[in-house]
């Protein structure tokens, strides 16, 4: 079987775990300072706050930009749902944008009809490892006197004309699920070139302690542990040859695949780290990803539904018809581009896929 994702793990990460344990020191220390330190270097940020979950990086970016009940924030129709349910836990309301066909990002245009006195932040995300276009709607966060909240959870390592995603906008989130292009096993990162915003940060995920035990705002207890952050150093020392082997898969499907299915575009002012390969399949997606499973090849619709479709989403949340959304969510399929993937894999793979289509 060849999964959807698969977190590479090696004696490196083994061994800096049992450093740990050895040490007597599990939570948030010296080892997680030096995680946050590295990460904010490989980012090009000037901070970097470690919290437990991307979840968890996402409440406490809107929480330090100021979100509060009544306020209502912008973000795409199409991702996860932990991108806009942050958004609902602080009693404010999510504004669910359409998004651009190429490369899946929230559409600026689409995003400015969604706007109103109420909004406080608009939060694009960097879907399946691909920027979105932030100049527009860095320029529309500017006119509106808005927050840009980058969610690149889906994208360490991918690039906005030659900066890394995560250190342009007024504040960001990552996420390391053990499925994500490096895993902490569990784990969230915020980033920012914002002082402010980096030392609010640091105060929501700490109970909002501004000294033992003298607590200054409401927080959280949001702190990531030193295994995790342990976990953390050595992936991110493995993170860009992790990203050059998927690109290399993907150039692969690229060439295998084109003409065959729409593959994933990369956009002259991006850097793909495909996260996920992401296909459109116009006719048979699920009967395609049936077939694959029956071959013993993971595949998964990221995502089936439009967000505001959700049931936790309807009556709390705002939105345009989002016909883009509408017909991606019919037309994706994500294709294994995990380094355990080998080249052989990738080109049975793509040939089950042209079989599949030719056949239909």
Request: hydrophobic share 40%.
């Amino acid at each position: 079987m060849i999964p959807i994702g698969k977190p590479i793990i090696g004696n490196e990460e083994k061994k800096a775990v049992m450093a740990v344990l050895d040490s007597g020191m599990l939570a948030q220390g010296k080892v997680v300072a030096q995680f946050e330190n590295e990460f904010a270097q490989y980012i090009g940020a000037k901070f970097a706050i470690a919290v437990g979950n991307g979840t968890q990086a996402l409440h406490t970016a809107y929480l330090a930009v100021g979100m509060q009940r009544g306020d209502s924030g912008v973000t795409p129709d199409l991702t996860f749902a932990a991108s806009a349910t942050p958004i609902l836990h602080i009693g404010a309301k999510p504004a669910l944008a359409d998004v651009e066909e190429d490369y899946f990002g929230m559409d600026a245009d689409a995003a400015r009809k969604l706007v109103t006195k109420k909004t406080k932040m608009l939060a694009p995300v960097h879907l399946y490892g691909h920027s979105v276009d932030l100049k527009p709607l860095m320029e529309l966060a500017k006119e509106k006197d808005l927050w840009l909240v980058e969610d690149a959870c889906q994208a360490h390592g991918a690039e906005y004309k030659g900066k890394k995603v995560g250190s342009i906008g007024d504040i960001a989130c990552f996420s390391f699920y053990p499925t994500k292009n490096m895993t902490t096993g569990e784990g969230g990162m915020i980033t920012t070139n914002n002082p402010k915003l980096a030392d609010l940060c640091k105060l929501i995920r700490n109970h909002g302690q501004e000294g033992m035990y003298s607590h200054a705002m409401l927080g959280y207890n949001y702190h990531m542990t030193e295994i995790a952050a342990a976990i953390g150093i050595e992936q991110l020392k493995k993170l860009p040859a992790a990203i050059e082997y998927r690109r290399k898969l993907a150039k692969l499907y690229n060439e295998e695949l084109d003409g065959v299915v729409v593959t994933p575009g990369e956009a002259k002012w991006a850097r793909h780290v495909y996260h996920q390969y992401t296909i459109r399949v116009k006719k048979n997606r699920d009967k395609l990803a049936e077939a694959l499973g029956k071959e013993g090849i993971g595949s998964r619709v990221y995502y089936p539904m439009p967000l505001h479709e959700q049931k936790i989403m309807k009556g709390n949340c705002t939105h345009g018809k989002n016909p883009v959304v509408a017909k991606l969510t019919k037309e994706v399929l994500s294709i294994p581009v995990h380094p355990s993937v080998s080249v052989d894999d990738a080109e049975r793979i793509a040939g089950l896929i042209k079989t599949f289509v030719k056949g239909k």
